[in-house]
């Protein structure tokens, strides 16, 4: 039988332990996950693409099916070229519904074939994101819980270069 291939993409801008929970639920239903680092949205990353790979390679390597990728040009063509059969989003609140629905209508414009799933949030993931972790990382808050242990001290490690170069 084929291969069930999902890709879960996202700007990863530090992974959370929100986005790790969906994609190892993801692991759990596909042969083979594809976790696609997008780059080219025109929000300013906080990490470069290798880094936000290394740390998501590095917090999902228990996952044997779960493979970390980058790309830089149409989410639809990235999943094409992986013969994908479905993309994986999370849903956190109503508030990120709009947004995905538009998404998914285009996508599914673009490639009737490629089908998108959502996975609910857990309840205690429903506000958490990448940038709230950011901005309170960023004031010295404490994000223990939110995100991987060794994002938190990537997380730190950010905040004090930045502050050293001021
Ligand atoms: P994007 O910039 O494409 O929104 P993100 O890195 O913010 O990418 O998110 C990637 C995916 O992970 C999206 O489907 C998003 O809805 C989902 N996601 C983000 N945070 C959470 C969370 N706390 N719980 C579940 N899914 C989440």
């Known amino acids: 039988m084929l291969n069930k291939v999902a890709v879960v993409p996202g700007s990863f801008d530090p992974i959370t332990n929100g986005h790790l929970d969906i994609i190892r639920r993801a692991a759990d239903i596909f042969d083979i996950v ?29 996952l044997s099916n779960v493979k970390v990728e980058s790309s830089s040009g149409l989410l639809i063509n990235y999943a094409k070229s992986k013969n994908a059969n479905a ?6 609140a109503v508030s990120d519904f709009e947004y995905e629905m ?20 857990q309840n205690k993931h429903s506000f ?16 223990h819980g939110l995100v991987p242990d060794l994002v938190e001290d990537a997380l730190k490690e950010k905040y004090k270069q930045k502050l050293d170069r001021k």
Do not use: W
Not at 102 to 121: C, G, V, Y
């Open 102 to 121: 538009q998404i998914t209508a285009m996508n599914r414009f673009l490639d009737e074939h490629i089908e998108t799933f959502f996975i609910m949030t």
């Open 34 to 62: 594809y976790v696609a680092v997008m780059n080219n949205s025109s929000k300013r990353p906080l990490f470069d693409v290798q880094e936000r790979m290394d740390l998501i390679k590095e917090v999902t390597n228990s």
């Open 128 to 143: 958490l994101s990448s940038s709230i972790v950011k901005e309170v990382s960023q004031y010295g808050g404490n994000i």
């Open 87 to 92: 993309i994986i989003r999370g849903l956190r």
